[in-house]
């Protein structure tokens, strides 16, 4: 299912048969990924009365109550409303779901007690690139990032320069394999957030950021258009389903 984009004057084209999923899926487990402090997503049959939503337990259907917090349990997309008094909703932000993208990987570097993605690392792996959006992939990458326990960890963070940095390279997208682009214990100062909405001049309301997805090392470095797949809540958060389509030659 071959397809033909036009961006500009040139042409790019991609298999829309050859999805590369960068998201997590979310289980009601204990295994499930988790941060911020709170227990596990939960996904449980509904139950009322004498009735169990469960067909092995007598019901005609499956019907579950799904608890969890978008920002806690895995996947998500998120818009300036998250650090507003003001209620902005992801689901109003995002009004585009196809963008040019470049997926990076970037070993955090060390500062003080914490790891770190500075301007410069962004910087080298960008270089002079001009994209919509940016895939950052940190190392090392193991596969026990889909279930790992961030909480009192002090994970990797981006360091305020560098988001300033995507700003000013006109990125509008930037998605992450960590839990935050800030500091896990920072005071609630959200200097990378900040940086990247234009917290303190005018808001980048169009903008977004995407946190905890899983890039498998599968996948190349490069160039590559981006589907963000969002379930619509009208919240400043959302459980997303980030897509790569790499570009054929």
């Known amino acids: 299912m071959i397809t033909t984009i036009k961006i500009n004057t040139k042409n790019y084209k991609i298999d ?7 998201s997590m899926p979310l289980q009601g487990k204990d295994s499930n990924v988790n941060a911020w402090y709170v227990g596990p997503p939960t996904i449980e049959p509904h139950k009322e009365g004498e009735f169990v939503g469960k067909v092995s337990e ?8 799904i608890h969890f917090n978008p920002h806690a349990h895995g996947t998500h997309t998120e818009c300036v409303g ?18 040019f993208a470049e997926l990076i990987t970037v070993a955090p570097e060390k500062k003080g007690d914490d790891f770190v993605i500075s301007k ?10 001009k994209r919509e959006a940016v895939v950052i992939r940190t190392m090392p990458n193991l596969s026990d990032k889909k279930s790992r326990q961030y909480s009192h960890t002090n994970p990797p963070y981006l360091l305020e320069e560098a988001a300033q940095f995507l700003v000013n390279k006109g990125v509008e997208h930037v998605l992450i394999d960590l839990p935050s682009v ?23 309301e169009q ?9 498998a090392n ?4 490069g160039r590559y258009f981006l589907n963000i797949q969002l379930a619509p809540f009208e919240n400043d958060a959302s459980p997303s389903r980030p897509v790569l389509y790499k570009i054929e030659d």
């Open 120 to 129: 410069k690392q962004l910087q080298y792996a960008l270089g002079n690139k």
């Open 182 to 204: 800030d500091k896990e214990k920072d005071e609630g100062e959200l200097l990378a957030h900040k940086a990247f909405w234009n917290f303190n001049g005018k808001l980048r």
């Open 207 to 215: 903008a977004t950021i995407t946190e905890f997805i899983y890039v």
């Open 16 to 22: 829309l048969s050859k999805p590369l999923d960068i």
């Open 82 to 99: 998250h650090i507003t008094e003001e209620f902005y909703s992801v689901n109003k932000s995002l009004s585009k779901f196809f963008f």
């Open 218 to 221: 599968t996948i190349a470095d």
């Open 58 to 65: 007598g019901a005609s259907i499956n019907f579950n109550n």
